[in-house]
């Protein structure tokens, strides 16, 4: 009898188990298969399969094999180690149902190899490399025994403040929903999940981005027709695209914490919604709900996690001390445990465990010797990546690209930080593998044609650096020079004076744009404000590399500089990408997916917001309009903005009808033209107006985008279907709906600037 390959291993592992393999014509029958598991499983086997705990911190490695040998286990997090999770996993078929495990991991933007963070892959409004970045970080984690990520992070953020506006895509439903859709294709791709690519689980489920004034955990409260329209189509869109799991927020929702929102993940997730896969709470959630206030006890709270359906409890031992006693009271229903226990067995089924419990460990033979060896990173992928990511925000007097004849003075605390390329959430990218900025100059253009400086540090801020440290607490990520602040200025200019170019790399350390680092300025640090001023008086060509994980405030850097690459947080390719740039050999083609707001007081800036009755019109008086009367109102930078090395002219915007019948189609269309010297990508954008509704709508909506490579001199026309899908909205019945009347369509290069044209829905 020929051995299955998964029992071919477990044989040759130094003790041979016994996999109790279900009936052959069971195993290919996920339903049948999972329901026979459930039947045979004892209450305390269900409840450990609810169970996810994180190596190292939560529990040491020895004590975690005992607990899922006896199984009161379901699945990890954290580990990337082979040996380590086939122990574990070993540990598993040695239990009396010998369920397998599985391993959970935060991959966001990369693994090994580590891709520019959230916004900057939303900068390249670029569906083919964002799916790229997703396949390849899937080969790479799946190298190291992971079978799920919490990824992807679709949360709408409008609000800068926000520390996790990094880890997102931007301010709008559609782009977002589109990014989400590539991510988990690329992340994921078909069920079962094939043996090089992870299970999704989306995040955060819901409406975490909104948190109140920006600041982490904070609570939600929204109108439920603000919900649907924008907020809730990304994880919609992730969903439909297949994501297997579902990670569930921190947050309140219109005062109910999502973990306990029959509304959310009853009603709306699995009844309207459809959702079939695993849902999975967030790190010690549900013991949350006591400092909620909606839980007295721990109990309690295992008692409203498990009917609301939270299958997964993570970091915790809530399910494991309190459900048993539930259980037998008759507070809790045995078939609501086996409804959790049936997704947590099919969310395994679907990574492809129970046919391989070893399918992504393999065996001991083949564990690479080194974690971080150079063969392991896709070192071209994050380049041509990263270089798609940039948006050249200003650019006087052609100051880029620069020539490579020139001396370059690179300064400031950012061109030489390896571990603040990779940017948060950099999964298991080691900063000794990131090429940074003075690298990636000098490789470019020779080291004797770069002259470097420091300048400054992060901030003088001892309390913010202090703070920095203490959310990496392995490794202090912020060190600070020694030196006066005068001294390391002084340095500066002195390399700005013989040099023909500055370069300023400049922003926020990584940590600053993080989980649980909301601020209340989007200034730079008054230390780099200080060395700016300085570089700005020596007269040479100054250029802004900018790398931050949330829009900043710019107004007096505008005016400053002569030109300002957003770069975000580029990853380990970043100091190449950027360098291909500032030189001409990359034409930077990034827009901006969120808009840049000209001072914290002007929080929230972003593209889509509501028509008003006394709307504030540039060019006319002020007063009496919405507006603030101590600074020019509406954003510095706009939604979709983005410079490039050539010019691009459109023409004026050409419908294929007047008039659109129900269940009809228009095309409307619009010539580009490449007016420059240089070959360049641009991206093409329709936004669609709705003149006339039943509730107040937005003053525009991105319904659509083209991105397209012109070489100088070349036209294309390009056309875009429109059709009710397109001027469906949520009314204040919450029915999508397109209701009859007149639509202007509004297609340019960003939000702004646009050519219009108007067509009726019958």
Known sequence: MKMSPWLVLVAGLASPLAFAQPQPALLNDKGAFVADMVGKMTLDEKI?????????????????????????VGGTFNSVNRPHNRLLQNAAMQG????????????????????PIGLGLASSWDMGAIQLMASTAAKEAAGDSVDMTFAPMVDIARDPRWGRTSEGFGEDPHLVSEIARATVKGFQGSLPVPADRIMTSVKHFALYGAVEGGRDYNTVDM??????????????????????GVMVALNSING??????????????RKDWGFKGVT??????????????????????????IKNGIDLSMADSVYLNELPGLVKSGEVEMREIDNAVREVLGAKYDMGLFHNPFLRIGVAQDDPPDLDAESRLHRPAARDVARKSIVLLENRNSTLPLAKSKRVALVGPLADAPIDMLGSWSAAGNSKNAVTLRAGLSAAVGQDRVVYARGANITNDEGIVKYLNFLNWDTPEVTQDKRTPAAMIEEAVAAARQSDVIVAALGEARGMSHESSSRTSLDLPQSQRDLITALKATGKPLVLVLMNGRPLALQREQQEADA????????????????DV???????????????PRSVGQIPTYYNHARLGRPFTEGKPGNYTSQYFEEVT????????????????????????????????????????????????????????DVAASVVRPVKELKDFRKLMLKPGEEQVVRFAIDESKLKFFNAQLQNVAEAGTFNVQIGLDSQAVKQKSFDLQ
Do not use: C
Not at 223 to 244: C, N, V
Not at 582 to 596: Q, T
């Open 48 to 72: 450990g399969q609810l169970r996810l705990i994180s190596i190292g911190p939560e529990m040491p490695i020895a004590q975690l094999a005992e607990e899922i040998k006896a199984g009161r």
């Open 96 to 115: 009396r149902m010998k369920i397998p495990m599985f391993f959970a991991y935060d991959v966001i933007h990369g693994h090994r190899t580590t891709f």
């Open 223 to 244: 109108s439920p027709m603000r919900m649907y329209q924008d907020y809730l189509p990304p994880y919609r869109a992730a969903i439909d695209a297949g994501a297997g």
């Open 256 to 269: 109910v914490p999502a973990t306990s929102n029959t509304w959310l993940m009853q009603d709306l997730l």
């Open 280 to 305: 999975v709470s967030d790190h010690g959630a549900i013991v949350e709900l006591m400092r909620h206030g909606v839980a007295k006890d721990e109990r309690e709270a295992a008692k409203l996690a």
């Open 564 to 579: 300002i690459l957003e770069t975000w947080y580029t990853g380990t390719e970043g100091g190449h990408a950027i360098a």
């Open 582 to 596: 500032l030189f001409g050999d990359y034409n930077p083609s990034g827009k901006l997916p969120i808009s840049f």
């Open 634 to 689: 509406g954003p510095l930078y706009p939604f979709g903005y983005g410079l490039s090395y050539t010019d691009f002219a459109l023409s004026d915007v050409a419908l294929s009808g007047a008039s659109m019948t129900r269940g009809g189609k228009l095309e409307a269309a619009i010539t580009v033209k490449n007016m420059g010297q240089r070959a360049g990508e641009t991206v093409v954008q329709l936004y669609i107006q």
